[in-house]
């Protein structure tokens, strides 16, 4: 297989962030995606928000699957560390690299097949176990590597490439994410820009579990009428409940947004998610009513995007195991061994 590689030699007047890097330096290898993927755009937002927070690229850890979605990590943060797993394992790989080095952060990549099919099972105990990470699941609602047949996210009634009317109830991710306890739920659409960085900034920043469902049109099989995943069908049908921004810490607050009630959600690394309600009856901190909103808005064939539930107490499987500060990778044979006497403590409070 050959790669075109990009130029490693940047024109010096790049602009640099607080950590002395370009935007150039969070981008990958060259996509070999369709031209006007979907996933490009995600590709495009989540550099954008990694260079914008200041991170630093090798403290990232960036796993996915099979799909192809799970192709994405090629395409940005070639710094940092990538691990592609099997079909539907990214969560439980990832998990185990966030119990053994608490440090990184953690962004998963996945796809509706990888997720919503294959994957079901890791993706709902990834959300209840509310591990610390970024999971972003990029929703075509076809499997594009196999010729455009439906996943399990794909709306009754929607019809394919074909003409083939889908008869099968969709698994809807961000409703199961709700009620399994993820503490930070999104929904966006891969050509909204402007609302998907701030959202993959949030996602980033937040103590928890937090998930975002990107609507991806994929332009060689689900982009037709008649299609619920398409450019067109998506732009039409978009409700958006709020339009955000996310503020570092530190830096002056200012906002450009129409008058309206602001929430200000304050992450634990001390930075801000500003949250603009545009819908006054609707409450970001409400998990049962952002279920009740979004089923509501589905049954009038509306997509809703924006921030639909944050928990700004939320803690992670760390919290929740009790595990030590220092990352268990770190931890010498003193502390992983601590010899017989204590070993023979530990049996006898079994027995």
């Given at each position: ?81 990538g691990f592609n797993t099997v079909h539907g394992r990214m969560p439980s790989v990832l ?256 027995r």
């Amino acid at each position: 297989m050959t790669f075109i590689a990009k130029p490693i030699l940047h024109h010096p007047s790049l602009t640099r962030n607080k950590v002395g890097f370009t935007r150039r330096d969070y981008e990958g290898r060259i996509s070999t995606l369709c031209a006007g993927c979907g996933h490009d755009s995600i590709s495009a937002a989540i550099v954008q928000a990694c260079w914008e927070l200041d991170i630093e690229p090798h403290r990232v850890a960036k796993l996915s699957g099979i799909g192809c979605s799970s192709k994405t990590p090629d395409y940005f943060l070639g710094a940092s560390h990538g691990f592609n797993t099997v079909h539907g394992r990214m969560p439980s790989v990832l998990t185990g690299a966030n119990l053994t080095n608490r440090d990184l952060l953690y962004l998963g990549v996945s796809g509706d097949g990888d997720s919503a099919s294959i994957g079901l099972g890791q993706f709902a105990n990834a959300m209840r176990r509310n591990v610390r990470m970024t999971y972003i699941v990029e929703n075509n609602g076809v499997y594009g590597l196999t010729k455009g047949q439906f996943s399990a996210t794909a709306d009754q009634g929607s019809k394919s490439k074909k003409g083939v009317i889908n008869h099968d109830s969709p698994i809807d991710l961000v409703g199961l994410a709700l009620q399994l306890g993820a503490t930070y739920v999104a929904r966006s659409f891969s050509g909204d820009k402007a609302q998907l960085v701030p959202l993959i900034k949030g996602a980033m920043s937040h103590s928890g579990a937090a998930f975002i469902d990107v609507i991806s049109p994929c332009v060689t099989f689900n982009n037709h009428k008649g299609s619920t995943k398409s450019y067109d069908y998506v732009r039409e049908h978009n409700e958006a409940v709020s339009r955000i921004d996310f503020i570092s810490t530190h830096e002056e607050i200012t906002t450009s947004y129409a008058p309206g009630e602001l929430v200000e959600v304050e992450q634990h690394d001390g930075s801000t998610l500003r949250l603009r309600k545009l819908h006054e009856d609707y409450d970001p901190s409400d998990r049962y009513g952002a279920l009740a909103y979004i089923s509501k808005h589905h049954a009038q064939g509306e997509v809703v995007t924006g921030l639909l539930y944050i928990d700004p107490e939320a803690t992670d499987l760390h919290a929740a195991l009790h595990t030590c500060a220092t990352p268990l990778n770190a931890l010498d044979e003193s502390l992983l061994c601590p010899g017989t006497e204590a070993l023979a403590k530990l049996n006898a409070s079994l027995r």
